[in-house]
Structure formats: C-alpha cells, structure tokens
C-alpha cells in the first residue's frame, strides 16, 4: 500500500472527518488512551518549539521503520559487548532461528513474567529443548545483525510499549495505541470496513470488533502533504498487517520485496514501514532462519541508493514472543511497557559502535517521525515516548559513507 496508491486520496467516512476534525468512534477502553491534558511536552503544532538539531529536520528526509517478529533482547543480542545482555546458551542448548519452536505470549504469560520475573510457566513446544524459553539464538546466525549494531546504535533499553501479543504491538507501530485490546483477534464478524474480520478482547467490557477508526500516523502524514508507504505480506500473516485492522483502508498491500524494487527505481516516501514475509520474520515457529539476511538487503537498498544521505531506518521487533529477558520492564500503564527488544538504528548520521542505554518504546520511532515532521502526537505513547534522536544520532557530523552488511 503506497501513498501514491492511497495516502494521496481523500479518505472517507470518519477517517477523512478524523483528519480535519478529530472525528473518532470511541470503543470502550478507548477514552483513556487519548493524550491527557498537559501530557504533551511540545505545545501541539508549534515546528519552531522542536529544535532542528535535535529532530534531524534539514538533514532526514525519509524514515523507514523495519519491523521483525516477537524476539526479546536477550534472545537476539546475548552476551553482545557494552549492552545489558544476558550470556548466550552453550552449544546444543542454543535454539537456532530456525527450529521448530512455538511459545505462548499471551498477555496473562507477559503479566505473569513481569510480576515474577519468571518465563517457565508459559507454554512451550519446542522438542529436544528443556527451558526453552531461556535459551539464545546462536551469534553466528545473528551477525548481520551484531554487525550493523557494531557499524551504528543498538539501542539495550527499548521496550515494547504494549505487553500484549503482536496484533497490538503492530497497532503501536501506526498508531501508538490498539484501543484497548487483549490478545489476538478471533472468530469473524459481518463487514465492518476492514480487510480483516474478527473481535478482540478488551481490558473493559465484553469483545468488540477488531476493525478501529482511531487515527494513524499515515493521516497526520496525507494531512501535511507528505507521502508514506507501507509493504507487508498481507492476508498470508494478517495480524502484521496493521492498516488492514484501521477504517477506511483499502484491501491489499506492497508485498516486501516490492520495497527494493521501489527504491532501485528512485522511489522511497517520508515515512516508509516494511515488515517481512513469514520466512523472513525471525518468529519461532516459521522454520526459517532468513531474517537477518532479509533486513541486511533491505538495509543495503536504502545504503546503496540515492536516498543514504537522508534516511534515517529504524529495525526493532514486535514484541518479546515468550523469550525470556532479564531486566524488568517500567510499568507505565495497564498495558506496560513490554519486554525488551533489541532496537537498530542507522543513519548517515547514526553514532558508530554506540549502545544506547536510554529507555526507548515502540512509539519513540512514531515520536521521532512526528517531530522532524513537525507532527502531533496521536496517543499517550508517543505523547511521553522519547525519539531517538538525541542519544542516536550526531547531526553536526557530515554524512557517514555506506558500507553494505554481509548476509
């Protein structure tokens, strides 16, 4: 879905009235997600109160928001130098990427874990294993990955904002809410809007239906003239596709590797997000261990491109999947924060060899977008969120050259 397929057309209904008027259906458990009064550090709409060197404004003109799947920081980044990272599992207790393991993630596992501090009462399937949920993911599988936080930032305190499961940690992703929802989505219900059909949980009340009508990012950015653009694998992994859940959204998208033909071609938006094909997701379970080759070409595309010099990307993971991670999560809400995963940053003007130990969340990548855009928040996440920009990047320094990770 690109915005010169969508973003650029008059929305309608109540998500063309939200745009220009705040128009909104409010669900129960909805009300108290919207920013409360005083919340917002900037006074809303005011540019000239977001210092330019702070934001990136002049110097990043394209943010791409990279998003893997349901991996805690431990899990990815263990024994990794200078971070707060657990000792990685020795020899056969590792669980590569690839094995076939499933652990259960739901909210009442993560409320659990955040209590105790213990991950062994979740459920687990994954043969061969004792205590999966402790184990790490072998380095050497990981080391596109080790080897763009060592070129960049990798940042060690980045929680998800939510400690549901990954349909609301994608909702996060463009919006910084999920309107009060539990857990994945299920049954169907009659056509309500969205592509996708079902009801959630809620924190209040009884189940609603899944399809929300509260504002995405990608309406602030239509609204401000701006382009955005959005590749996903679609009805293949429906709850990764998080526009497919909101009002007024068409059927279909960009499938992922449309993306470096896209930007091969000159073509590359202000905000762009691209989540993965399920072989190329890193979640348990898919039996693939492709992921970070994956997110090392989308990385290299941007790199080698035109765009390098004003780009800045931004790979992170929906939510921690069941694995364990050591250090406690803030509680900030009903809702979180979540564990902790891992959270790149590059950027001609990202620091290099830097681990950042500043507590970030989902809705910082928002916070950041918003910001050099000149954007008001959408949600109390991103309302107390902290971008990145000011521990990650160094925007005096001039444009560092490209040097492309080996898959």
Known sequence: ???SDFGRRALTGCVAAAMLAGCGVLRQGQDDMQPPTGAVPYIA???LSRPIIATGRGKITHVVYIVQEQRSFDNLFCSYGGANAAKCSRGSQAIPLEANCR???????FERARKSGNFSHEKTNCAGYTRPEYRTVPPGETQPYRSIAASYVLGDRMFDSTGNPTFESHQFDIAAQAAGAVDQPFGSTSSDGCVYLAKVRQFKGPP?????????????LTAAGLTWSYYAAGASVPTWDAFGWVHGYPAGTSPPTQFLT???NGHLSGVTWVTPELNDSDLSGSRSANGPAWVAAVVNAVGESQFWDSTAIFIT???YGGWADHVAPPSLDREGLGFRVPLLVISPYAKQSYVSHVQFETASILRFAEDLYGLD???VADSRATSPAADCFNFSQKPRPFVPTSP
């Open 317 to 319: 993971w929906s939510g």
């Open 208 to 220: 609603q239906p899944a399809c929300e009508s509260y504002k995405t990012l990608a309406d602030e």
């Open 262 to 264: 896209d930007v091969a």
């Open 377 to 379: 928040p959408l949600a």
């Open 1 to 3: 879905m690109k915005s």
């Open 103 to 109: 652990l259960s993630d739901s909210f009442q596992d």
């Open 45 to 47: 709409g005011n540019v």
